[in-house]
């Protein structure tokens, strides 16, 4: 086709002749200022309310959204996790389910109420409850506002003017539905024991709120001093010495006030060791010896015959406590002690940790614990340790053991430890009362949730390994919280200390909640909550037994004052949710989808409260991310200066360029962002925008009604819909699978190679140069509006905006406006285009990899010759000798021409099939109108300047023939 800047070469101007691509479809994509427009256009039309009520063939498919925290701007996470639902949800509509979507927001919790108390500062201890829960309740709402006004401009369709809240009443009171449940099934108990515990938030904190970090602690091995006589000492052992130690180790020196014993393994063997030349004597794990030998002074320590953990255990081992020597504390046995690290005897504070607590309850020891919630010894500590902080302990321990003699080693040691979520600070144990949920070893609810984790379909499958290992080793689920912002856990005490807690009083909060709201269990008296003057129920004594008939007199009853964990809010949100505030939604959800944090978060959490009382999860299908890296998968932070904020990314990209982004990346690993990779899909988005704006520019004067035409087999249009059936299926394969990098690749590459590099140069000259009419070009042209009704559709669930741009330019074209649907997103999935057959495909696989060569050819002569227009050559087509095809080659010749965007074929005949290009300027003239060099140029009298086609193209035209 010629460049219509150039004078042709005859000087006669045919331009006007020519049917030259028209559209309205800006090359320049503005999403910025664009895509505002679409959504006041969807919002106006009400979309997402005109999709709820269109004919659903499939029925319903719920994504049920997990809720973010209302807690600041949205960053990149919030943004992956929201596209990536939202093109789930619009392919599924696409396909023909009711997918609502109903978004929500963790309003309780933490996060809030430490932001609050920062901004109320030293006052907010003079703030009554109900005030400080006012101010944290303004807090979540605004930034719900904001976090849905910025999921609304990433184009995310849902019900924003119903989302879900957590502190809506209703939600309240589902949350206490689901407690009320378990406990019917005598799955939540109280109990004092050790919980992560964070000293500067004052409050147990659950699993899910832990982060692991480096930290350099101090690593102590302690000697205490055996108690013994020469008839309780183990023969093994040699004669009975003056005295001897217990060797222990700890990384956490400040728990050695609540020593309580010392745990062996009796499967393991013990020996003493005794120095050549001091009269220490040192009780250690045989396997341990070489260790302890190499960490004290040169002394050389000679282990004794070994005696095991168990026949030791039968001389009734006791020791004096390091720090209170009058004290007498037993050697136990407990099967975790290994001889992996250590001396193989636990130093054992049942305060202070899970196995110590269960080791304690064996052996009936008292759960004792020195530590304040702020973190300070209470006054049942030696003197030299009152009013210290835990932290400060450490080194102070250490040096009283030494002055005691009893410090045997001490090193700095790092290791990985526990951090609260919050405020990031070190978390310790600590045992205090607590409520829990039997969510561990062989409770049925646990039992339950297992079943559940195999029935559940896990995207990608390691995550069912990843929960059921979790599962596995989980303790008891801490629910209590000693904080203000939350759903209050309505436990009552009566002045005897006894607590009323029962399935009925439960129920009962819940539907006083229902009507109140939470926030009105701290203004009312239990009287009122309770709306009774006396209650006769199940008690739970302060010794935890359970009394089945008490009688409560209201008035004497005092609130309990925890709040559950927000982890069990947001975990109800299956009952408080599918079945309560939205029971149009209906349980179980088809499908969770959030990032792999939530196998110990949210999917653990709900899995476990619906596993307490119900026989089916609360999903069928579970998908997980990762999360956001730089370009070099480096974290994103504001101190490494390589974080993007979604807002400057609106703004320099537009949101479509952002969910193609989303989609184009194996979200399953860690998902890299920068400003180069967006730039890099700003142009593979303009690559897709400029295909399909060829395709609507060679259609302005096509009506599929009138002018559909099905291609010639042998034709390049034939080819073209071989290739365009292979898309169909392969992009639906990979949205059915959710492998969204899988649809971008194959849709980049269609739109790239396919349409942009092969085919719409294959079929210029015929659009541009034949009679509007001529079949092979309405042919064409039936294949452009096949290929952009896909094209349309296949990019709706990513590029939201942009195929909705498309779609109202293509009701433009004749003929379409009232035959399609007002928005791309109302538009079901057209069925696959019809399969080409296999022996109309396989010519097309033989002369792809010669067209590649001739191209070539082309590129050699353009730089040694300085061919520049292609139509200015020919191609020799060489027929292999005998080969099938032979008959058919006058049929693919004038297409292989047109493909290659030369002037002029013919054909040879050789051994082997080849294409060869020719410079043909010194051998045929150029055609004034198509560009072509061929050998009928100047055949017609009446139009010496053209090709034979030309000319019979400008003959019929000025009979008036379209
Ligand atoms: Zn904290």
């Given at each position: 086709?010629?460049?219509?800047?150039?004078?042709?070469?005859s000087?006669?101007?045919?331009?006007?002749?020519l049917?030259?691509?028209?559209?309205?479809f800006?090359?320049?994509?503005?999403l910025t200022?664009?895509?505002?427009?679409?959504?006041?256009h969807?919002?106006?039309?009400?979309?997402y309310?005109?999709?709820?009520h269109?004919p659903?063939?499939?029925g319903?498919?719920?994504?049920?959204?997990g809720?973010?925290?209302?807690?600041?701007?949205?960053?990149?996470?919030?943004?992956?996790?929201?596209?990536?639902k939202?093109?789930?949800?619009?392919?599924?509509?696409?396909?023909?389910?009711?997918?609502p979507?109903?978004?929500?927001?963790?309003?309780?919790?933490?996060?809030?109420?430490?932001?609050?108390?920062?901004?109320?500062?030293?006052?907010?201890?003079?703030?009554?409850?109900?005030e400080?829960?006012?101010?944290?309740?303004?807090?979540?709402?605004?930034?719900?506002?904001?976090?849905?006004?910025?999921?609304?401009?990433?184009?995310?369709?849902?019900?924003?003017?119903?989302?879900?809240?957590?502190?809506?009443?209703?939600?309240?009171?589902g949350i206490?539905?689901?407690?009320?449940?378990?406990?019917?099934?005598?799955?939540?108990?109280?109990?004092?024991?050790p919980?992560?515990?964070?000293?500067?938030?004052?409050?147990?904190l659950?699993?899910?709120e832990?982060?692991?970090?480096?930290?350099?602690?101090?690593?102590?091995?302690?000697?205490?001093?055996?108690?013994?006589?020469?008839?309780?000492?183990?023969?093994?052992w040699?004669a009975?010495?003056?005295s001897?130690?217990?060797?222990?180790?700890?990384?956490?020196?400040?728990?050695?006030?609540?020593?309580r014993?010392v745990?062996?393994?009796?499967?393991h063997?013990?020996?003493c060791l005794?120095?050549?030349?001091?009269?220490d004597?040192?009780v250690?794990?045989?396997?341990?010896?070489?260790?302890?030998?190499?960490?004290?002074?040169?002394?050389?320590?000679?282990?004794s015959?070994?005696?095991s953990?168990?026949?030791?255990?039968?001389?009734k081992?006791?020791?004096?406590?390091?720090l209170?020597?009058?004290?007498?504390?037993?050697?136990?046995?407990a099967?975790?002690?290994t001889?992996d690290?250590?001396t193989?005897?636990?130093?054992?504070?049942?305060?202070?940790?899970?196995?110590?607590?269960?080791?304690?309850?064996?052996?009936?020891?008292?759960?004792?614990?020195?530590?304040?919630?702020?973190?300070?010894?209470?006054?049942?500590?030696?003197m030299?340790?009152?009013?210290?902080?835990?932290w400060?302990?450490?080194?102070?321990?250490?040096?009283?053991?030494?002055?005691k003699?009893l410090?045997l080693?001490?090193q700095?040691?790092?290791h990985?430890?526990?951090?609260?979520?919050?405020?990031?600070?070190?978390?310790?144990f600590?045992?205090?009362?607590?409520?829990?949920?039997?969510a561990?070893?062989?409770?049925?609810l646990l039992?339950?949730?297992?079943?559940?984790?195999d029935?559940?379909?896990?995207?990608p499958?390691?995550g069912?390994?990843?929960i059921?290992?979790?599962?596995?080793?989980?303790?008891d689920?801490?629910?209590?919280?000693?904080?203000?912002?939350?759903?209050?856990i309505?436990?009552?005490?009566?002045?005897e200390g006894?607590?009323?807690?029962?399935?009925?009083?439960?129920?009962?909060?819940?539907?006083?909640?229902?009507?109140h709201?939470?926030?009105?269990?701290?203004t009312?008296?239990?009287?009122?909550?309770?709306?009774?003057?006396?209650w006769?129920?199940?008690a739970?004594t302060?010794?935890?037994?359970v009394?089945?008939?008490h009688?409560?007199?209201?008035?004497?009853?005092?609130?309990?004052?925890d709040?559950?964990?927000?982890?069990?809010?947001?975990?109800?949100?299956?009952?408080?949710?599918?079945?309560?505030?939205?029971?149009?939604?209906?349980?179980?959800a088809?499908?969770?989808?959030?990032?792999?944090?939530?196998?110990?978060?949210w999917?653990?959490?709900?899995?476990?409260?619906?596993?307490?009382?119900?026989?089916?999860?609360?999903f069928?299908?579970?998908?997980?991310?990762?999360?956001?890296?730089?370009g070099?998968?480096?974290?994103?932070s504001?101190?490494?200066?390589?974080?993007?904020?979604v807002?400057?990314?609106?703004?320099?990209?537009?949101?479509?360029?952002?969910r193609l982004?989303?989609?184009?990346i194996?979200?399953?690993?860690?998902?890299?962002c920068?400003?180069?990779?967006l730039?890099?899909?700003?142009?593979?988005?303009?690559?897709?925008?400029?295909t399909i704006?060829?395709?609507?520019?060679?259609?302005?004067?096509?009506?599929?009604?009138?002018?559909?035409c099905?291609?010639?087999?042998?034709?390049?249009?034939?080819?073209m819909?071989g290739?365009?059936?292979?898309?169909?299926?392969?992009?639906?394969?990979?949205?059915?699978?959710y492998e969204?990098?899988?649809?971008?690749?194959?849709?980049?590459?269609?739109?790239?190679?396919?349409?942009?590099?092969i085919y719409?140069?294959?079929i210029k000259d015929?659009?541009?140069?034949?009679?509007?009419?001529?079949p092979?070009?309405?042919a064409s042209?039936?294949?452009?509006?096949?290929?952009l009704?896909?094209l349309?559709?296949?990019?709706?669930?990513?590029?939201?905006?942009?195929a909705?741009e498309?779609?109202?330019?293509?009701?433009q074209?004749p003929?379409?406006a009232?035959?399609?649907?007002?928005?791309?997103?109302?538009?079901p999935f057209?069925p696959?285009p019809?399969?080409?057959?296999?022996?109309?495909?396989?010519?097309w696989?033989?002369f792809?990899?010669?067209i590649?060569?001739a191209?070539?050819?082309?590129?050699?002569?353009?730089?040694?010759?300085?061919?520049?227009n292609?139509?200015?050559?020919?191609?020799?087509?060489?027929?292999a000798?005998?080969?099938p095809l032979?008959?058919?080659?006058?049929?693919y010749?004038?297409?292989?021409?047109?493909?290659l965007?030369?002037?002029?074929?013919?054909?040879?005949?050789?051994?082997l099939?080849a294409?060869?290009?020719?410079d043909v300027?010194?051998?045929?003239?150029?055609c004034?109108?198509?560009?072509?060099r061929?050998?009928?140029?100047?055949?017609?009298?009446?139009?010496?300047?053209?090709?034979?086609?030309?000319?019979?193209?400008?003959?019929?035209?000025g009979?008036?023939?379209?």
């Open positions: 086709m010629s460049n219509t800047t150039e004078a042709t070469p000087g006669n101007d045919y331009r006007h002749t049917n030259l691509p028209k559209t309205t800006d090359m320049k994509a503005n200022q664009r895509e505002p427009k679409m959504l006041a969807w919002n106006e039309h009400k979309l309310e005109r999709l709820r269109e659903h063939p499939k319903r498919w719920v994504l049920h959204d809720p973010p925290y209302a807690n600041g701007d949205i960053h990149l996470g919030h943004l992956i996790n929201k596209v990536l939202d093109i789930v949800i619009k392919y599924r509509t696409m396909q023909g389910y009711d997918a979507f109903v978004l929500g927001w963790d309003c309780h919790g933490l996060p809030i109420e430490s932001a609050v108390q920062k901004d109320l500062g030293p006052k907010m201890r003079h703030l009554p409850i109900s400080v829960r006012h101010k944290c309740r303004d807090y979540a709402q605004k930034y719900v506002k904001l976090q849905s006004e910025s999921f609304q401009r990433l184009g995310v369709f849902g019900d924003f003017e119903h989302p879900y809240l957590t502190i809506d009443p209703l939600y309240e009171a206490l539905d689901v407690l009320a449940n378990l406990r019917q099934r005598d799955l939540v108990y109280r109990q004092r024991k919980v992560h515990w964070c000293t500067s938030d004052q409050t147990a659950a699993e899910a832990l982060e692991y970090a480096d930290r350099k602690d101090l690593s102590v091995y302690v000697k205490f001093a055996l108690r013994f006589t020469a008839d309780t000492w183990p023969k093994a040699g009975a010495p003056a001897a130690h217990l060797v222990i180790w700890t990384t956490t020196p400040w728990t050695l006030p609540a020593n014993a745990a062996i393994n009796p499967q063997n013990y020996v005794r120095s050549s030349t001091n009269r004597v040192l250690v794990a045989a396997e341990r010896a070489g260790h302890i030998a190499t960490l004290t002074e040169p002394a050389q320590y000679a282990p015959d070994p005696i953990g168990a026949a030791w255990l039968e001389h081992p006791q020791y004096e406590h390091p209170d020597p009058g004290r007498i504390q037993p050697v136990v046995a099967d975790y002690v001889l690290d250590g193989g005897l636990v130093h054992t504070a049942p305060g202070h940790g899970t196995e110590d607590w269960q080791t304690g309850r064996r052996y009936g020891l008292d759960v004792y614990c020195p530590v304040l919630p702020d973190g300070r010894y209470d006054d049942s500590v030696p030299f340790l009152h009013g210290q902080t835990i400060q302990a450490n080194a102070v321990v250490a040096e009283h053991l030494k002055e003699g410090l080693f001490s700095e040691f790092n990985s430890y526990p951090h609260c979520w919050r405020c990031r600070k070190p978390v310790i600590r045992a205090t009362e607590q409520w829990f949920v039997r561990s070893g062989q409770s049925s039992q339950n949730a297992r079943k559940f984790v029935s559940v379909e896990w995207i499958a390691w069912k390994n990843r059921s290992g979790m599962l596995d080793t989980r303790p689920w801490c629910i209590s919280r000693q904080r203000t912002w939350g759903v209050p309505p436990a009552f005490f009566d002045t006894n607590i009323l807690f029962s399935t009925k009083s439960i129920r009962q909060v819940a539907e006083f909640v229902r009507r709201g939470a926030d009105a269990w701290y009312h008296t239990p009287q009122a909550i309770l709306s009774a003057e006396t006769e129920d199940q739970i302060p010794d935890g037994e009394l089945p008939h009688r409560f007199n209201t008035q004497d009853l005092r609130k309990g004052g709040i559950l964990d927000v982890w069990f809010e947001s975990g109800a949100s299956h009952h408080a949710v599918l079945e309560g505030t939205h029971p149009q939604l209906g349980y179980p088809n499908m969770y989808l959030e990032g792999s944090d939530q196998h110990r978060g999917f653990q959490a709900s899995l476990l409260e619906a596993a307490g009382y119900r026989q089916e999860p609360p069928k299908q579970v998908l997980t991310h990762g999360f956001v890296v730089d070099q998968g480096r974290k994103m504001k101190s490494l200066g390589n974080d993007i904020k807002s400057d990314a609106l703004r320099d990209f537009g949101a479509d360029v952002l982004w989303v989609s184009s194996d979200y399953q690993h860690d998902i890299p920068s400003k180069d990779l730039t890099r899909l700003g142009e593979s988005y303009r690559k897709i925008r400029n704006r060829y395709l609507l520019g060679n259609l302005y004067d096509f009506d599929p009604a009138q002018h559909a099905a291609p010639e087999p042998h034709s390049v249009d034939t080819w819909l290739e365009l059936s292979d898309l169909y299926a392969g992009v639906h394969d990979a949205y059915d699978r969204f990098h899988r649809v971008f690749r194959l849709l980049h590459d269609f739109c790239n190679v396919n349409v942009s590099a719409a140069k294959a015929r659009l541009y140069c034949e009679l509007p009419n001529a092979r070009r309405r042209q039936t294949v452009c509006h096949a290929i009704s896909q349309v559709q296949l990019i709706a669930p990513i590029l939201a905006f942009t909705d498309t779609w109202q330019a293509m009701r074209l003929g379409q009232t035959t399609t649907a007002a928005s791309i997103h109302e538009q057209l696959a019809p399969a080409i057959a296999e022996e109309l495909r396989a010519p696989q033989l792809m990899p010669l590649d060569g191209l070539k050819q082309l590129d050699t002569l353009k730089r040694s010759d300085g061919l520049g292609p139509l200015d050559a020919e191609v020799v087509v060489v027929i000798k005998g080969h032979s008959e058919q080659m006058k049929f010749g004038p297409e292989i021409e047109d493909v965007g030369v002037g002029y074929h013919r054909f040879e005949h050789g051994d099939w294409l060869q290009i020719h300027r010194n051998k045929y003239a150029s004034a109108r198509s560009w072509k061929r050998p009928d140029v100047g055949s017609d009298r009446q139009y010496p300047d053209l090709s034979a086609r030309d000319a019979a193209v400008m003959r019929q035209l009979a008036g023939q379209p």
